[in-house]
């Protein structure tokens, strides 16, 4: 490798550091949970943790790791190729199933991640002639399966049905053969659920598809945690949920899409992340589908994770701080500043609560926060420390 390219390479990586945008990663001496151990050299210090997607709390489960080991014995360590050619277990099938019920459709086709399902959804199902609708500020791997895609694309503001409206009808004046509307189920920066009743209305009344990414709600929202389209009372409308067993399911890895047989059927044919990767390890397979299985149950995990967002949400609130309103278990807390939003995550560390800072480009200039996760893995004592430790930490900061 040249020196040059070594050299251009330091040049970004230093403009990065010097734009405050250095993304350093911290190591954690143990397994995900409500409490976990931070490393640094030879210490080791207990944090409370507000910024894992572990919103059920499955992540160290017993029962989890139990049927991971046994997936491991029964079906070995690795499946060496990709499904259609010799990959595909009775346990790929049987998750395959079980996700499909889980969420009321037809049929499901797993993939390494969610990024692989978002990267492999849309190509396949719209062409040149078709017309894909995508909320503004969908996740990163929905954007990159959109243009993945040959279809014409269009983008309407994050929530704005009038804007959607304008680019149905600009579809429709386009000529599009079939329309798609694509849009996460939960903002992850903000905590919004999608206006799924609203779009769905739109779908039907201009002839669209609606594609739902539910990634940050799957097992936690709407009746047994069957996500935003069972929490808006809109499941049969919605065409094509993906999803992941990274968060609420488990938080190991893998995708899914869920969708009508020949949906599935055709993506099994011709998506491309699936034909050319591998296999879903057997361990993995087998700990997501007990995963699946606990979180269906989980009514009381749910109920836990809802009292805590309810009772974090209501102490930093009478302290003063200033949070986008919601009602999912991701709280953000609003700092505007990203010098302040560091500080405050660092004040925040000193007192023993992990939590992470978010600003440009991560989220629009001005409007950096904390964004804060409650999770099932914690004690009604870890959430009370964590708000006794916001209040200590803004006041010590001037921000309360
Ligand atoms: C996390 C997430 C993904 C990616 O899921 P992985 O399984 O981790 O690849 C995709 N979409 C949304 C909305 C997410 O939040």
New binding site residues.
């Given amino acids: 490798m040249s020196a040059e390219f070594l050299r251009h390479l330091e040049g970004v990586l230093a403009q990065i550091d010097a734009d405050g945008l250095y993304k350093h990663e911290r190591l954690i001496a143990g397994p995900q949970g409500g409490r976990i151990e931070v490393a640094s050299g030879e210490t080791r210090r207990p944090v409370i943790n507000l910024c894992a997607?572990n919103y059920l709390g499955l992540a160290d489960h017993p029962e989890i790791i139990a049927a991971a080991k046994s997936g491991l014995d029964a079906f070995g360590f690795g499946m060496a190729s990709v499904r259609f050619i010799c990959g595909t277990q009775t346990l790929h099938r049987e998750l395959e199933l079980a996700v499909a019920r889980y969420l009321g459709k037809e049929d499901a086709i797993l993939f390494a991640?969610?990024?692989?399902a978002?990267g492999g959804v849309f190509e396949p199902l719209m062409g040149p002639e078709d017309a894909i609708i995508s909320d503004g500020l969908n996740?990163a791997?929905?954007i990159d399966g959109v243009r993945l895609s040959k279809a014409r694309r269009y983008r309407f503001g994050n929530g704005d049905l009038d804007e959607l409206e304008d680019r149905l009808r600009e579809a429709e004046k386009d000529g599009a053969r079939f329309k798609m509307i694509a849009t996460?189920g939960v903002f992850?920066m903000d905590g919004y659920v999608a206006q799924l009743p609203g779009i769905c209305d739109l779908a039907e009344r201009y002839g669209a598809v609606v594609m739902v990414?539910d990634?940050?709600a799957t097992g936690h929202l709407g009746e047994k945690g069957r996500g935003t389209p069972a929490l808006t009372g809109v499941n049969d409308r919605v065409g094509i949920v993906t999803g992941?067993?990274?968060?609420s399911l488990g938080g190991a890895?893998?995708?899914f899409v869920a969708a009508a047989k020949p949906v599935i059927d055709l993506l099994r044919q011709r998506a491309r992340p699936y034909l050319f990767s591998n296999s879903l390890a057997p361990a993995i397979a087998a700990g997501s589908l007990k995963a699946l299985e606990i979180a269906e149950q989980a009514d009381d995990r749910r109920a836990r994770l809802a009292r805590h967002a309810k009772v974090f949400r209501n102490g930093l609130v009478k302290a003063g701080f200033e949070l986008l309103p919601g009602e999912t278990p991701i709280i953000p807390v609003m700092l505007y500043d990203a010098v302040l939003a560091q500080e405050m995550a660092r004040a925040l560390d000193e007192r023993g609560v992990y939590v992470a800072g978010f600003f440009f480009p991560v989220v629009p200039k001005g409007k950096a926060r904390i964004r804060t996760q409650m999770s099932a893995g914690l004690s009604d004592a870890d959430v009370q420390f964590a708000v006794d430790a916001f209040v200590d930490a803004g006041k010590a900061l001037g921000v309360i």
């Fill in positions: 997607n991640a969610c990024f692989d978002n996740h791997s929905i996460d992850s990414d990634c940050h992941t067993f990274g968060k890895m893998g995708g």
